[in-house]
């Protein structure tokens, strides 16, 4: 018999991680802003802190670009105890751009969901 700390909450929390983490996914490469958005803990603040001005610029992001694909290698998860950090190589490609690097993402457990508090990005 093996014990892990956490043994079964670990499991099923890293379970329910990985279903946020898809449907963030999917709701990005299908340009669902409103879903996409909907990933992001209230207490996000975007790379410059206005929450308004990032939410904006995402919102004209994913309504300007057309044949979205991202896709994820090397998926890390480090859970915290209310968080989890998550970093894993992110190619993404539209009809105007292409990027590759390091992404992590912060979840935090709000108690009834799992929302992106942070998330950073390492171009390669």
């Known amino acids: 018999e093996t014990w892990s700390p956490g043994g079964e909450k670990s499991a099923s929390q890293e379970k ?3 279903v946020k983490l898809a449907g963030w996914l999917n ?3 299908n340009q669902d802003v409103n879903s996409y958005l909907a990933f992001y803990s209230n207490k996000f603040g975007g790379p410059k802190g206005n929450r308004t001005e990032w939410k ?3 919102g004209y992001a994913l309504r300007n670009s057309n044949n979205l ?3 994820i290698s090397n998926l890390k998860i480090d ?3 209310d968080t989890v950090e998550l ?3 992110q190619k993404f490609s539209s009809d105007k751009h ?3 690097g390091i992404k992590e993402l912060v979840w935090v457990n709000t108690g009834s969901d799992w929302k992106i508090l942070k998330e950073s ?3 390669s």
């Open 27 to 29: 709701a990005w490469e």
């Open 56 to 58: 904006n610029a995402r």
């Open 98 to 100: 292409f990027d590759v």
């Open 121 to 123: 990005w390492i171009p």
């Open 16 to 18: 329910q991680i990985n």
């Open 79 to 81: 859970r915290k105890s």
């Open 87 to 89: 970093n894993f190589i």
């Open 69 to 71: 694909a991202i896709e």
